[in-house]
T-cell receptor, first 113, second 111 residues
Framework: GAGVSQTPSNKVTEKGKYVELRCDPI?????LYWYRQSLGQGPEFLIY????????DSGLPNDRFFAVRPEGSVSTLKIQRTERGDSAVYLC???????????FGPGTRLLVL | EDQVTQSPEALRLQEGESSSLNCSYT??????LFWYRQDPGKGPEFLFT???AGEEKEKERLKATLTKKESFLHITAPKPEDSATYLC????????????FGSGTRLQVQP
């Protein structure tokens, strides 16, 4: 079946601009996660949704980052006033509600110039 | 604070040369330890979940084991297609669903 999909695959923006990154989870998965991965590092947790609500947003670095999942399926990660330090690969993962294994998408490579 | 340390950072093997990757962890009550494989430019691909000390899981040339302080990923007679970065992650038993990842081991298998 279809895995987690993310769009766009690549995004280049200028410092100070606003960006939106989209994640389509595996059909039927109720839990959705966002992570950020810098070069040579493992993924770092940002936020976790169970259904429509953000159950844990403790990994969001500051208030420029925000994520929504209005209908409990697709999620959008929003970054305001982008900074060069926001450049990274943003990964989305999903899991069935009753299991722990998280399945990752291919990521969106964000470059802030 | 949960921590995961992976060693070595990089490993180069000849085809057929078996070896092990190490993942040391500290966590508030382990709920699960996960191994993922990541190819360049792609997202992590799930390999194994281990839940308790003494548990072992196998898949083709890979075997993962778990103790109370570390996990090993044993690679038997590797092939060039096993070249990738292998990531280890833990999930705490506090109810928190976030995974804490190590920095990974970059494995290169030469023919």
């Amino acid at each position: 079946g279809a895995g987690v999909s993310q769009t766009p695959s690549n995004k280049v923006t200028e410092k100070g601009k606003y960006v939106e990154l989209r994640c389509d989870p595996i059909s039927g998965h109720t839990a959705l996660y966002w992570y950020r991965q810098s070069l040579g590092q493992g993924p770092e947790f940002l936020i976790y949704f169970q259904g429509t609500g953000a159950a844990d947003d403790s990994g969001l670095p500051n208030d420029r980052f925000f994520a929504v999942r209005p209908e409990g399926s697709v999620s959008t990660l929003k970054i305001q006033r982008t900074e060069r330090g926001d450049s990274a690969v943003y990964l989305c993962a999903s899991s069935p509600g009753s299991q722990e294994t998280q399945y990752f998408g291919p990521g969106t490579r964000l470059l802030v110039l | 604070e949960d921590q995961v340390t992976q060693s070595p950072e990089a490993l180069r093997l000849q085809e057929g040369e078996s070896s092990s990757l190490n993942c040391s962890y500290t966590v508030s009550g382990l709920r699960g330890l996960f191994w993922y494989r990541q190819d360049p430019g792609k997202g992590p691909e799930f390999l194994f979940t281990l839940y308790s000390a003494g548990e072992e899981k196998e898949k083709e040339r890979l075997k993962a084991t778990l103790t109370k302080k570390e996990s090993f990923l044993h690679i038997t007679a590797p092939k060039p297609e096993d070249s990738a970065t292998y990531l280890c992650a833990v999930q705490a038993g506090t109810g928190r669903r976030a995974l804490t990842f190590g920095s990974g081991t970059r494995l290169q298998v030469q023919p």
